[in-house]
């Protein structure tokens, strides 16, 4: 029986190593490695890292990324220019997935006729606040005062502590009051993750996590109870007094941001939201009225606001192209960024 044990234990560690080799040898997305290295409220890559980022089993759209001299996916190195556009926001301003000439920050430097440089300063998995720590960043270190910050519709709620998209400030759900939730730093296990070829593909590829098995495998889901989840699922009219919460979030995490920019330097405040892609629901759900509503005290508030969902739906007209990546990933493709980016550059000119 031992010696049974030993055989299989063997064969799962050779194919363990035929696997980590194979894997070498593809473009598996590799460890970004990031961390607060220039500020205590950034999330950067160490400064020159590179990496590899691909999407699903697949290995599709596999994109090597460069980091600049600040920790930033950019084209540029970032130093003192006035002249300069900072674009802000989270994975769809970095835009892994895309060519580099195809991202954000490339085609609106072309809109903008190659006179001015653009600066992306895109943190994936980051939300509004977070916006606001890296327009103050940019105006502190590189005297930039246009900024272009590239928006979903959930940033404000995505703001709020624990909704698995904060860096460092955020607001309590509860309270609506502002906190500091640093990410912790990493385990050992996946620092030893890190390094391994096979880790990345299980992690990053298959999205892979044994808690979730365990959950899986001790938990049974009848068909009746599958019906049910549907059936809950069905958009209904949002009550006045979730509406009314939603926009007491809001109004907070907009006067935090707000609090947080430093507007006397700021010249142009440009804000580009992404939106339905096929249109709003009808009747519009409480998702829709949250951003409905951040698009109205933002502009309230000064800023240049373009709601993307007009541009879609003008595209749309003319065009049957989608705008997605792909079904597979909801990021903006080339096109998307493209009508993104010139409402932008509307506003810069």
């Not at 246009?146 to 624990?162: I, N, P, T, Y």
Request: a positive charge; proline letters at 7%.
């Amino acid at each position: 029986m031992a010696r049974r044990l030993l055989s299989f234990l063997a064969g799962l560690a050779a194919a363990a190593v035929i696997a980590e080799v194979m894997l070498r040898l593809l473009p598996v997305s590799t460890a970004t490695m990031t961390g607060y290295y220039h500020d205590p409220d950034l999330l950067t890559y160490p400064s020159g890292h590179t990496w590899t980022m691909a999407t699903g089993w697949d290995l599709r759209n596999p994109q090597t990324l460069h980091a600049n001299n600040w920790g930033f996916a950019a084209a540029h190195d970032f130093v003192p220019d006035a002249s300069a556009v900072a674009l802000v926001g989270d994975s769809y301003v970095e835009a892994s997935m895309l060519a580099p000439g195809d991202r954000p920050a490339a085609q609106l430097e072309a809109l903008l006729g190659g006179t001015r440089r653009v600066y992306a300063l895109g943190t994936p998995g980051t939300a509004m606040l977070d916006y606001a720590q890296r327009i103050r960043f940019a105006s502190e270190r590189f005297q930039i005062r246009d900024f272009v910050v590239l928006m979903e519709g959930a940033d404000a709620r995505q703001a709020l502590c624990g909704s698995g998209n904060v860096v460092s400030r955020c607001l309590d759900p509860a309270t609506l009051q502002p906190r500091i939730v640093r990410q912790p730093p990493p385990s050992l296990w996946a620092r030893i993750a890190r390094r391994s070829a096979l880790a990345q593909y299980l992690m990053s590829q298959l999205r892979f996590k044994p808690a979730t098995l365990v959950k899986a495998t001790f938990t049974r889901t009848p068909p009746e109870d599958r019906d049910a989840t549907a059936e809950r699922s069905r958009p209904v009219v949002p009550a006045p007094q979730q509406v009314q919460a939603k926009r007491a979030m809001v109004d907070a995490v907009v006067a935090e941001f707000l609090a947080t920019i430093p507007r006397d330097a700021v010249r142009r405040l440009v804000i580009v939201v992404d939106g339905q892609r096929n249109g709003p629901a009808n009747p519009p759900e409480l998702a829709d009225l949250e951003r409905a509503y951040l698009i109205e005290r933002l502009r309230q508030s000064g800023a240049i606001v373009h709601d993307l969902e007009l541009r879609y739906a003008e595209h749309a007209v003319h065009s049957e192209r989608s705008l997605a990546v792909g079904p597979y990933d909801g990021h903006l493709n080339r096109l998307g960024v493209r009508l993104a980016m010139s409402a932008a550059a509307e506003s810069l000119r």
